[in-house]
């Protein structure tokens, strides 16, 4: 008859609840990762600033002798830079003679890590290699000299039709 009222059966509202627990079941990982991705790339974006700071120092010692004597590639500098955003608490820095830049960082639950002659790693932080002293060693601070033979051109250095550099490089 006309008075029948519309309505949803049990079977059908709870057909709806469990599509909606699968979805829900599927997503939250994928949503999941893509915050902890960018918390990651967050987290490295301040390690580079951390780092460019570094170089930036070193640049200035050139023209500060008070910097210049911190140069030595021992010498945490953590304290010393100045970033545009927040920096982290727990840090090391160092740059050596060359300029070129350690870094560890402790951000929350993750570490990260770049030796001078390293990438950027992240690590978790109760790793063993999550040490400040893991970074820098003995000879962190070597006198490269690179050799560079061939012959010289319009376009550079080449030998032949084909582009050659011959690199002799010496620690001393």
Do not use: H
């Amino acid at each position: 008859s006309d008075n029948m009222k519309k309505a949803f059966t049990l079977i059908e509202l709870l057909a709806v609840i469990m599509i909606l627990a699968i979805v829900a079941l599927v997503a939250t990982p994928i949503v999941l990762d893509v915050v902890k991705d960018a918390r990651s790339e967050a987290n490295k974006e301040t390690i580079y600033g951390i780092i460019k700071a570094g170089k930036n120092y070193y640049a200035e010692s050139m023209l500060n002798n008070d910097k210049k004597l911190q140069m030595d590639g021992k010498t945490d500098i953590y304290s010393n830079i100045v970033l545009n955003g927040e920096k982290p608490e727990v840090g090391n820095l160092y740059v050596n003679e060359q300029g070129q830049v350690a870094v560890l960082v402790v951000i929350k639950d993750k570490c990260y890590k770049k030796n001078f002659y390293g990438e950027l790693e992240e690590l978790d932080k109760d790793n063993s290699e999550c040490e400040a002293n893991s970074i820098i060693n003995d000879d962190v601070a070597p006198n490269v000299t690179l050799n560079i033979e061939g012959t010289i051109g319009n376009n550079g250095w080449y030998k032949g039709e084909s582009v050659y550099v011959n690199m002799n490089v010496t620690d001393t």
